[in-house]
């Protein structure tokens, strides 16, 4: 019997949480520590959940959890040096649409991460769960660090005006959206480039709990 | 392999901005690359150099702040002549 894929089936096939770069993989119980001081460091408090306050760790463990549909620790592909956090919240399945939220250390390598990660996640989610559009909410106070995206990756939907306060002023709060059918023909021409090749030799190896997460990333697949 | 002037034009055609003695030393930022354009280009550069490691060309983008510091780092690789 002959067995014809549609793009989003096509796109399921390949799909994978290992990049070249990044891995997406999830999240134990020895990353809270890494995922509470990221978030709470003063240069990206601001402009994530936490929002300057500083959860006591037991409540941060909740608060991570809350909403969420799916979540996954990013880790650098060479090493797995743990990078950041990739979140889909606030799930509507009467709507079919679901919110994308990114945590990631600042670093020299971090634009590029963030979007290989972005991608992967995406394809994620888009494959597993029957999703028309995917939303995600930035700040005026960052968003210039993506703006060339507008309109080829994503679109800017709406704009909550002087929506947050942050530095003695109020800023504008982006809505933006990736819609399912323009987010898979992207996905099909870049995913290619993005994902690792197919590894050859044994699974690597698991980590332990002694070990520190410096060491090497693992398939989640 | 490419020169490095045929690399050069390759970046400024990718991040769609015009290329000058000037324009070569200017910042990403001045150049409006953000994290889309940074990682477009990556891409980029590694489809047309494929004599160099892809962690290289990655490595040599993160490390550069100009399009002459990467050109110059390419160059080291061997991506170009």
New interface residues.
Partial sequence: MTRELSRSGLLAEQLTLHG??VVLRPIEPGDYDFILNLSTSSRITYRWRTRGTTPSPPDFQVMLWRGVLCQFLIERA?DGEPLGLISAYNADFRNQTVYLAILMRDH?????W???AIVLFLNYLFANFNLRKIYAETSELSS??????AG??FEVEGTLREHEYYGGRYWDTYVLAFWRESCEALLEK?LP??VATPRTGPPPRRRTGTESPGTAPRDTE | MLTRDHLMEAIFDLIDHPLDDRTRTLSWTELGVDSVTATELLIHLEDVLHEVDARGIEAALSLSATPDELAARLAGLGGTR
């Fill in positions: 070249k770069r060479g020299r390598g971090g634009a590029i963030t979007f290989d210039w660090t993506f703006a060339s995206g080829r990756y870049l480039t993005l």
